[in-house]
């Protein structure tokens, strides 16, 4: 919550000295009046919960590529394009797809990509795999390409914990130095090309396990110890300075020992690293996490969310459709052990106990916006912040060339604060003239469920002229070097075109003086 002096107790109540006062009038520079008694503009009765607000750091994603180069591929660009509150694409992807041959680098693969969808203001994050679980192309039989065996990288071929011939995917020792030596000169490499991009929301630490989660379910099923996933963290955080990091909950889960497990979270926030959940909704989740929406460690992310965005996954849209979870039907896991819940109440609250501010549906685009496109529009809103400003307390009347107290208060109903530096800035216009000036910035301290009260103090213009002025409020994002209006939960019938609200009007007085 921003902090301050009371607007009511915060300014001079003494009156300057005659020569002190026409010196500073003369010299152009602010009067700290006595302080006005603060009227309230209550803006409830502005409040609208039903529009679909596309706003800045949040929203959904995209996965494509996915398990496979072609999995999930965008039908048409509207596919995306129109998607309410599309935020970025998520591409996990197999390191030998982008290293062929020791050295040679095959950036161009994704480079297609990036270009394509951040023309169309889109975002990029990435998983970068080294085992993945079919076959159908020697990418994907050997997520490690196949040189860095060939170079003498110890591993083997399996399946569901047995040994299996060499047709059965490949699996690399996870520690062992030669894979290691490859693995950190691709990391150099590709961070050296995209570290720190503006488009570039996170990277997904995915070098160990069955599709980067951190665990070898479908294939050797070895324990992966505490010091082989500290030390792929590291050198996640070796090369990536810039970008966020985050890393799969199963990760972490997957350590069989619980201090190790609290060790290893420790060390993940400790370092600024955030979760995503892959996935909610599988099947194996509901027997033993059901109840709470399949979130099998909704403590990670309780930790987590406070410092950084955190990301939900749904398990394979289609095939939790297939299987009848998302509608409950008889049979399914979601009507045995989730009490009768569909899909969207699973997706509803593992919002809610993940902080989610990225979400995922995980399948085709056309097909989940075709069944779910008033749940696209609420779950847009509810993940993330979610900002209702409460009121808005400034004078009847401020002086031209005085220090004018400005108090807003908002309440987040969102999951998550806001992350990033939002301008909350106040515009005064008429037609005599129009004036901005910031009250105060959001921050992490912006969190759900607390009043959040932001302080500030408006100097005026001298030149400001006198008469009645419609107040206008506007939260603005400035990170890409141009203004973003951050959409409020207000109504759009007073919402004007560059994202400010009139919210109330202020009587500007002439200027205090020796004449006056």
């Known amino acids: 919550m921003k902090t301050g002096p009371h607007p009511n107790t915060c300014m001079n109540s003494a009156p300057f000295p005659r020569p002190l006062l026409a010196a500073i009038m003369a010299a152009g520079l602010s009067v700290l009046a006595p302080a006005a008694p603060l009227v309230s503009h209550d803006l409830m009765a502005l409040h609208d919960a039903t529009r ?12 494509y590529p996915d398990n496979h180069i072609n999995k999930y591929e965008i039908a048409q660009d509207s596919d995306l394009t129109e998607f309410p509150g599309m935020d970025h694409l998520y591409i996990r992807l197999a390191w030998s797809y982008l290293e062929p041959k020791e050295g ?22 990435f998983r970068l795999s080294c085992k993945e679980t079919s076959t159908d192309r020697i990418e994907q039989q050997y997520a490690t390409p196949l040189w860095v065996k060939e170079a003498g990288a110890q591993g083997g071929y399996y399946r569901r ?14 520690d062992d130095p030669v894979f290691l030596a490859k693995l950190d000169k691709f990391l150099a490499a590709f961070a050296a090309r995209y570290d720190g991009k503006p488009w570039l929301r996170y990277v997904d630490i995915g070098s160990i396990g069955d599709w980067g989660e951190g665990h070898t379910w479908a ?11 500290k030390l792929h963290v590291d050198l996640h955080l070796k090369y990536f300075k810039r970008s966020p990091l985050v890393i799969s909950d199963d990760y972490i889960y997957s350590l069989n020992n ?4 609290a060790s290893l979270h420790q060390y993940i926030l400790a370092h600024g690293i955030s979760y995503r959940d892959d996935s909610i909704m599988v099947k194996g989740n509901f027997s033993h996490s059901g109840d709470r929406f399949t979130v099998r460690s909704p403590e990670f992310f309780a930790d987590a969310y406070r410092l950084t965005p955190t990301v939900l996954e749904l398990d394979h849209y289609g095939k ?25 109440e699973f997706f509803r609250g593992a919002i809610d106990l993940l902080h989610a501010t990225y979400i995922g549906y995980h399948g085709y685009a056309r097909e989940w916006l075709d069944d779910n496109l008033a749940l696209t529009r609420e779950l847009l809103n509810r ?23 400005v108090r807003v208060t908002i309440d987040n109903r969102g999951v998550a604060p806001t992350y990033h530096p939002y301008e909350l800035r106040v515009r005064l216009s008429s037609d005599r003239g129009t004036w901005v000036g910031v009250v105060g910035r959001s921050d992490r301290s912006w969190l759900p469920g607390t009043p959040i009260v932001v302080q500030g103090q408006l100097t005026l213009p001298t030149d400001l002229k006198s008469g009645r002025y419609t107040v206008s409020l506007g939260l603005i994002d400035g990170s890409s070097g141009q203004d973003r209006p951050v959409e409020l939960a207000l109504q759009a019938g007073i919402r004007e075109p560059d994202g400010f609200y009139r919210v109330a009007t202020v009587e500007v007085a002439p200027p205090a003086g020796p004449n006056h």
């Open 52 to 63: 679909i607000l596309v706003n800045p750091h949040k929203g959904w994603y995209h996965h």
């Open 104 to 125: 040679q680098f095959d950036w161009a693969l994704i480079d297609r990509m990036i270009e394509k969808w951040t023309r169309h203001g889109l975002g990029i994050s």
């Open 161 to 174: 914990g047995e040994v299996a011939g060499t047709d059965a995917p490949w699996e690399p020792v996870f």
């Open 219 to 229: 294939g050797s099923r070895k324990e992966l110890s505490l010091a082989v996933r």
């Open 258 to 261: 619980p201090a190790e497990r």
């Open 320 to 344: 939790v459709k297939q299987l009848g979870d998302w509608d409950a039907k008889p049979g399914s896991a979601a009507l045995e052990f989730g009490q009768g819940k569909k899909g969207p």
């Open 383 to 405: 993940c993330g912040y979610w900002l209702f400003p409460q009121s808005i307390e400034l004078p009847a009347t401020a002086a031209a060339g005085s220090v004018t107290p």
